[in-house]
């Protein structure tokens, strides 16, 4: 079983930047890979960013367009998503899932543990 919990969520203007960690807790955090969602009001989760285990492969949605990346300390069981200019489309509430194989995936169904989210403004 593993517990994920967000943080670094909050308000920041259109054009600034914010750091989001995922920590997790639970045997064998390393093993592994780690997502990046979003879902805003009234619309579909949305893949943000995964990285695999040990961290050698990202993958992001089409929409972060290299304003984003994605790492993890498997030392401290934390992943991080560092987002630079941001823009108001940006706001929704931010989850970190894990995905018991190697790759990251796109797809929300194919992760199996949740964080419960942090919220994200991105005021004009």
């Known amino acids: 079983q593993v517990q994920l919990v967000e943080s670094g969520g909050g308000l920041v203007q259109a054009g600034g930047s914010l750091r989001l960690s995922c920590a997790a807790s639970?045997?064998?955090?390393?093993?592994?890979?780690m997502g990046w969602f979003r879902q805003a009001p009234g619309k579909e989760r949305e893949f943000v960013a995964g990285i695999s285990r040990g961290g050698q492969i990202t993958i992001f949605g089409d929409f972060v367009r290299g304003r984003f990346f994605i790492r993890r300390d498997d030392a401290k069981n934390t992943v991080y998503l560092q987002m630079n200019r941001l823009n108001p489309e940006d706001t929704a509430v931010y989850y970190c899932a894990a995905k018991n194989d190697y790759y990251a995936a796109r797809g929300p169904g194919e992760y199996d543990y949740w964080g419960q989210g942090t919220q994200v403004t991105v005021s004009s």
């Open positions: 639970g045997p064998n955090f390393d093993v592994f890979a």
